[in-house]
């Protein structure tokens, strides 16, 4: 596997190259990337034998790219928490790659031969990415899975699959794993092998989790198409009224269900409440206003719902993990 990492114009900035083979006592690397485009954080690549890590968290003013080459196919172990990432498959003659969403994990075999992982400016890039070797994956697949045959054959075959049925949220175990790598002291062979264990645990995690997921489903009744169409048409409304979003009661009237089909259904759709959809519409467009916009907070809260600023600035700085005002004075500096 090859890895080449660039800036938003292409530029080479490291490469790295490795055995896809898995070897126990290859040695485990690490490459700290450090440019204009970064700051206030880390940006890491760790590879060996068959693994690939790229470990980002920190504040990404540019655009910034990897270019993964493979001879046959490649596992992809992906935990998204922050910021806007995509993976796009460059032999398609069409995007087949995934959109990440903010707080979701995949699980996808590629057999692309090339990809690309486009990390999007943002305030706090917060993303764990593992490629693996078909080898290295058949190392570290639990051996009490219940479709692990199934699971290595298409690994190995390089057949294209996702394993999430839907939108997989982190969950608190996943985090703190990842946690452990970031601040792992072990060195050398040691080291090699903490990583090679807790991507081993991240990996049953997801396994577990796509369990329980399939049998949830499998319990729940099927959504009749006209549901469906009214869920979706409570989206749209949700979308177009942010700034003063209708009630749950009042929304069910609008689409013509009862307020308990509708949450049920909208969280079964979105896996999300009706509440926090709206409160990520809100504070998205706040962003968008922050970072284009030469306006006041209190301008910006009004735009988005908010009567009072102190309300927007708490709901902004929970969601983004950042004040607003910081934001602002970000990008007025970039304007000078």
């Not at 703190?176 to 903490?194: D, T």
């Amino acid at each position: 596997m090859e890895l080449i990492w660039t800036d938003r114009k292409e530029a080479e900035k490291a490469s790295i190259v490795v055995n896809d083979v898995y070897d126990l006592g290859s040695e485990l690397k690490e490459l700290l990337l450090g440019n204009e485009e970064l700051s206030d954080g880390l940006f890491r690549l760790f590879h060996t034998d068959g693994l690939i890590l790229i470990d980002v968290h920190s504040h990404l003013s540019q655009r910034a790219t990897a270019n993964l080459s493979f001879k046959d196919n490649v596992l992809l172990i992906v935990f998204h928490l922050e910021g806007d990432v995509r993976i796009m498959d460059m032999v398609s003659s069409h995007d087949s790659g995934l959109k990440l969403q903010r707080g979701e994990h995949k699980f996808e075999i590629f057999n692309a031969n090339n990809l690309k992982i486009i990390y999007e400016p943002a305030l706090m890039l917060n993303s764990f990415i593992v490629v693996l070797s078909p080898e290295f994956s058949h190392r570290i697949i639990p051996h009490n899975y219940s479709n692990q045959d199934d699971l290595i054959k298409a690994v190995m075959e390089g057949e294209r699959i996702s394993l999430s049925l839907d939108f997989a949220a982190l969950s608190l175990d996943m985090k703190q794993i990842i946690e452990k790598v970031r601040n792992c002291s072990r060195k050398g062979s040691f080291h090699r092998l903490c990583l090679e264990i807790k991507i081993a645990e991240l990996l049953m995690l997801q396994l577990e989790q796509q369990a329980s997921l399939h049998s949830e489903q499998l319990a729940r009744p099927a959504m009749h198409d006209a549901d469906f169409e009214k869920i979706e048409e409570a989206k749209n409304i949700l979308e177009d009224q942010y700034i003063q979003p209708p009630t749950i009661k009042d929304l069910a009237g609008m689409v013509g269900l009862n307020e308990t089909k509708l949450k049920t259904n909208f969280k079964k759709t979105f896996n999300s409440t009706i509440h926090a959809y709206t409160q990520r519409i809100r504070m998205q467009k706040a962003h968008e206003l922050l970072t284009q916009k030469n306006l006041l907070l209190k301008e910006i809260a009004m735009q988005v719902g908010y009567q009072k600023p102190s309300n927007f600035t708490s709901a902004y700085k929970e969601f983004f993990g950042i004040h607003p005002g910081d934001v602002a004075r970000n990008r007025k500096r970039r304007e000078y």
